[in-house]
């Protein structure tokens, strides 16, 4: 059972912005600053698109950009495009030195 | 650019003790988190755990009862040990590289079967 809750699916048409949320607890996204968010593709592993709340690594699209507000963090993939369907899963960094991932969240492009 | 390659048996037998090892290329091991994740088929990722060159480590609490992780920065490897193993830990495990507090590389995944 996932501490944080994403919604199930989100969809959007190509263009559009979306937005993905992930809320937790005081005890994870709340207490720290220490969000990340990871696309992953049907058969392929996870791949990290944004970390500590709101930065990119190298080569990500800056049409993706993150936030957070009390214990709700979120993403945000601007000028969607079909490419941008995939599963994305937030993680936070949680009391006691874990990490705990959300459950997931299908974007859709229509 | 690093890389990260897990080895390991892909089958085992319930009760038994799986026994992971990452190794990783192109840098050392030196003052990076090194973390163990799985994935069950059609389910989202679960952090293991993660441990540092230091030797610090931290494990997920609903693990952490059967869980080591260790590291062996002269031979640029890490390592996971879960014992008791059940169906339940059917799943792909993947070792991968702390970029802050975000987990930037990740090896391509091994797939790990849990059957009698």
């Known amino acids: 059972q996932s501490a944080l809750t994403q919604p199930a699916s989100v969809s959007g048409s190509p263009g559009q912005s979306i937005t993905i949320t992930c809320t937790g607890s005081?005890?994870?996204?709340?207490?720290?600053?220490?969000v990340s968010w990871y696309q992953q593709h049907p058969g392929k592993g996870p791949r990290l698109i944004i970390y500590?709340?709101?930065l990119r690594p190298s080569g990500v699209s800056d049409r993706f950009s993150g936030s957070k507000s009390d214990n709700t963090a979120s993403l945000t993939i601007s000028g969607l495009q079909t490419e941008d369907e995939a599963q994305y899963y937030c993680?936070?960094?949680?009391?006691?030195?874990?990490?705990?991932f959300g459950p997931g969240t299908t974007v859709s492009v229509l | 650019q690093v890389q990260l390659q897990e080895s390991g048996p892909g089958l085992l037998k319930p009760s038994e003790t799986l026994s992971l090892t990452c190794t990783v290329s192109?840098?050392?091991?030196?003052?990076?988190?090194w973390n163990w994740i799985r994935q069950p088929a059609g389910k989202g990722p679960q952090w293991i755990g993660r441990?540092?060159?230091?030797?610090?480590?931290s494990y997920s609490p609903s693990l952490k009862s059967r869980v080591m992780m260790s590291i062996d920065t002269s031979k640029n490897q890490f390592s996971l040990q879960l014992t008791s193993v059940t169906a339940a830990d059917t799943a792909v495990y993947y070792c991968?590289?702390?970029?802050?507090?975000?987990?930037?590389?990740w090896g391509q995944g091994m797939s790990v079967t849990v059957a009698s």
């Open positions: 441990i540092h060159t230091s030797g610090r480590s």
């Open positions: 192109g840098d050392s091991l030196n003052d990076f988190y």
């Open positions: 500590e709340v709101s």
């Open positions: 993680l936070s960094y949680a009391t006691g030195s874990l990490y705990v």
């Open positions: 005081s005890r994870d996204i709340g207490g720290y600053n220490y």
């Open positions: 991968a590289r702390n970029l802050g507090f975000g987990v930037s590389h």
